[in-house]
Nanobody, 123 residues
Framework: QVQLVESGGGLVQAGGSLRLSCAAS????????MGWFRQAPGKEREFVAA????????VYADSVKGRFTISRDNAKNTVSLQMNNLKPEDTAVYYC????????????????WGQGTQVTVSS
């Protein structure tokens, strides 16, 4: 198990930027695929972005492709999500995810979750 703590959420106007960070502690961070999910009010949690343990491959939801960038620093046990050109529909609680198997199993099994951080984008 790995413990995850998100930070960096807040209120921003449409077109603005935010950077979310997730600090991990516990078992070997570099063994985990890392990702971000989000959940808007009244909606199910959805995948946003993920990165492999080495950082060599990233995956994005179509809705954020070209606007969000995921990165990780295995020396600092952190993963970040740079969010640019934010839209009101990006408003949600954002959750950091660590998966001990692969990106493909994120949100299904072998997951650890943070407590979430609120992102609100005003129009």
């Amino acid at each position: 198990q790995v413990q995850l703590v998100e930070s960096g959420g807040g209120l921003v106007q449409a077109g603005g930027s935010l950077r979310l960070s997730c600090a991990a502690s516990g078992r070997s961070f570099s063994n985990y695929a890392m990702g971000w999910f989000r959940q808007a009010p009244g909606k199910e949690r959805e995948f946003v972005a993920a990165i492999t343990w080495s950082g060599g491959r990233t995956v994005y939801a179509d809705s954020v492709k070209g606007r969000f960038t995921i990165s990780r620093d295995n020396a600092k046990n952190t993963v970040s999500l740079q969010m640019n050109n934010l839209k009101p529909e990006d408003t949600a609680v954002y959750y950091c995810n660590a998966n001990s198997v692969a990106i493909a199993t994120m949100g299904k099994s072998f997951d650890s979750w943070g407590q979430g951080t609120q992102v609100t984008v005003s129009s």
